[in-house]
């Protein structure tokens, strides 16, 4: 028998033909058995039939003739299951920042796997074919980063891009009250900065514990001038 495909991405489905030839004796059945626990017992021709999950399969095709003889043949399928995945340490950065970004490739699939990294904007370099990859950023931007993994006979691939951000956030802020003829005064700050803010040190100028939320309130307890 002949079949379209011997090997792909699950679901993979194959068509298979029979070409069996009878000596002597017509041809009358035929079972098929596609090697992963279904089987058919249908008149021959062709037959198509959906590999749902990974593995190696056996496909056989058993034809008997009148006389009650059989014979098989058997053809070897591969079925891969890819997906492509990866981790970023951060998504988040400035421009002049020294950390870089890390890669953490966490692609599964059957076999040896390859793989393709592609970016833009990378100081590092644009491709890597490495397990894991870094990369560093040095101008405003958002930046994809695609991951192709690809099984050793090239026969199954998968894809996935995730995207990074690169910024230069400007501070600013204002605040409800700024002058009180004797103490305590409360202050509401309300932040204005722009850009996509992740992380806040405000830092209020009476010697004072920081605050790391968005809009803090503050009470001054002594008079002076704070900045």
């Known amino acids: 028998f002949t079949?379209?495909?011997?090997?792909?991405?699950?679901p993979l489905n194959i068509c298979f033909t029979d070409t069996s030839i009878g000596l002597n004796a017509a041809l009358v059945n035929c079972t098929w058995n596609f090697g992963d626990g279904t089987a058919q017992n249908i008149n021959c021709g062709t037959v198509c039939h959906n590999y749902t999950t990974s593995g190696i399969f056996q496909a056989v095709l058993t034809r008997t003739n009148t006389y009650g003889c059989s014979s098989s043949a058997t053809?070897?399928?591969?079925?891969?299951?890819?997906?492509?995945?990866?981790?970023?340490?951060?998504?988040?950065?400035?421009?002049?920042?020294i950390d870089s970004f890390h890669f953490i490739n966490q692609s599964s699939g059957i076999g040896t796997l390859n793989y393709q990294w592609i970016t833009s904007g990378n100081t590092?370099?644009?491709?890597?074919?490495?397990?894991?990859?870094?990369?560093?950023?040095?101008?405003?931007?958002?930046?994809?980063?695609?991951?192709?993994?690809?099984?050793a006979n090239g026969f199954c691939s998968d894809t996935l891009t995730k995207s990074i951000t690169i910024q230069n956030p400007k501070a600013n802020y204002g605040l409800d009250n700024t002058f009180s003829t004797c103490p305590?005064?409360?202050?509401?700050?309300?932040?204005?900065?722009?850009?996509?803010?992740?992380?806040?040190d405000w830092d209020f100028?009476?010697?004072?514990?920081?605050s790391n939320i968005a809009n803090p309130t503050r009470f001054y307890r002594t008079a002076g001038k704070f900045r």
């Open 184 to 200: 305590p005064l409360l202050v509401q700050f309300s932040d204005s900065s722009l850009g996509d803010i992740c992380e806040y």
């Open 75 to 97: 053809k070897r399928i591969f079925v891969n299951n890819i997906t492509s995945d990866f981790t970023i340490t951060d998504t988040i950065s400035c421009t002049g920042a």
């Open 124 to 151: 590092i370099g644009t491709n890597s074919t490495a397990l894991n990859y870094s990369g560093q950023y040095s101008s405003i931007g958002n930046y994809p980063v695609t991951l192709i993994t690809t099984d």
């Open 3 to 10: 079949l379209t495909d011997t090997a792909g991405c699950a």
């Open 205 to 210: 100028g009476d010697g004072g514990p920081h």
